[in-house]
């Protein structure tokens, strides 16, 4: 017998609904888990906190995905940050070096490329329409003018600087901190690594059309399925549905190569206990030859599929024989 690899794990994982709901919506969108500050001054997954709920500890969740290499990491930012509080939103704030007044406005230096003239962006502002002072000539393209220079003039003591004070105004308690106080807090946003794509979307998107198919056929179904088992544990499944007091068990197991004997032992594990009427493990690519000697002994029909594009139909042809 062999000894459970680390596929077991993310199996575990996917169990848990909130957990498989992200990740559906993350591979139907396609879309990424990003960053972004919150009202509160906090970073958030705002999709992932969407799902799995307010209550949920996000960052642990994301973290236990990138160690069963589910999600990897994409792009990392810095966010700036109070050094005192843990918010990541405040105000920057252009600040005078003579007197520290904040009220400073940002002019820039013009030239007029045709004529050479510089001067004060203002200048060049007549009633709404834009006119060199010095020519005359109206400015119509964006390539007549050339910024070569910007200044900030306070509007307390009149003094001009090209490089002001930036100040950081925090959001809790309204206290200052400068460039050099900061705090730089690493963000990373997050996808769907490329090596789980074709089993995420096996699992996540094939289990829903499985469940819709036995519906459709009058069955009451739970999936994912917690089942209570003759030993009183509970086991978790894919799919467990009823009809006319007769039970289906069904697992999907989807690997890179053909699914190994153990995926067979560990499925019985469960239906031994569950004992239902049909207990049905869906293999993508397909079962190696180990596991399918092991499929009468156990009692467990296998579906072998290569693509998962034919298995609900070969479920609903192996539940018809039946
Ligand atoms: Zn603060
Ligand atoms: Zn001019
Ligand atoms: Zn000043």
Redesign the pocket.
């Known amino acids: 017998m062999q000894t459970p690899n680390h596929k077991v794990e993310p199996a575990r994982l996917y169990s848990d609904p909130n957990t498989r709901e992200l990740l559906r919506r993350m591979l139907a969108e396609s879309i990424a888990l990003e960053p972004t500050v919150g009202a509160d001054g906090r970073v958030h997954y705002t999709l992932a906190e969407d799902v799995l709920g307010a209550e949920a500890d996000v960052k642990n969740w994301i973290a236990e995905m990138v160690h069963e290499d589910i999600l990897r990491k994409q792009v990392s930012k810095e966010f700036v940050m109070c050094p005192v509080h843990t918010r990541a939103d405040p105000i920057v704030m252009v600040e005078c070096l003579k007197c520290k007044s904040k009220l400073s406005v940002k002019r820039s230096l013009v030239e007029?490329t045709?004529?050479?003239?510089i001067g004060d962006d203002s200048r060049f502002d007549k009633g709404g329409s834009l006119q060199?002072?010095?020519?005359?000539?109206p400015i119509r393209a964006s390539n007549e003018l050339r910024v070569s220079g910007v200044w900030y003039e306070c509007q307390n003591c009149l003094s001009k600087t090209s490089s002001p004070r930036l100040v950081f105004v925090c959001k809790e308690g309204n206290h200052e901190f400068t460039v050099a106080d900061l705090a730089l807090v690493n963000v990373d946003s997050y996808t769907v690594n490329e090596r789980v794509l074709a089993e995420l979307r096996n699992t996540l998107l094939l289990d829903p059309q499985l469940a819709a198919m036995l519906v459709e056929l009058g069955y009451d179904v739970e999936s994912p399925a917690q089942v209570q088992g003759q030993s009183g544990s509970k086991h978790s499944l894919d799919i467990f549905a009823k009809r006319d007091g007769k039970t289906i068990a069904l697992q999907v197991a989807v690997d890179t190569k053909p699914v190994e004997p153990s995926a067979v032992i560990s499925f019985f594990a469960k239906t031994f206990d569950i004992k239902p009427n049909k207990a049905v493990l869906v293999t993508i690519p397909a079962a190696s030859e180990e596991a399918k000697r092991l499929e009468t002994g156990y009692g467990v029909a296998l579906v072998e599929d290569f693509d998962g594009s034919g298995v609900v139909r070969k479920v609903k042809e192996l539940l018809k024989e039946a």
């Open positions: 007029h045709y004529c050479g003239y060199c002072p010095n020519c005359g000539r």
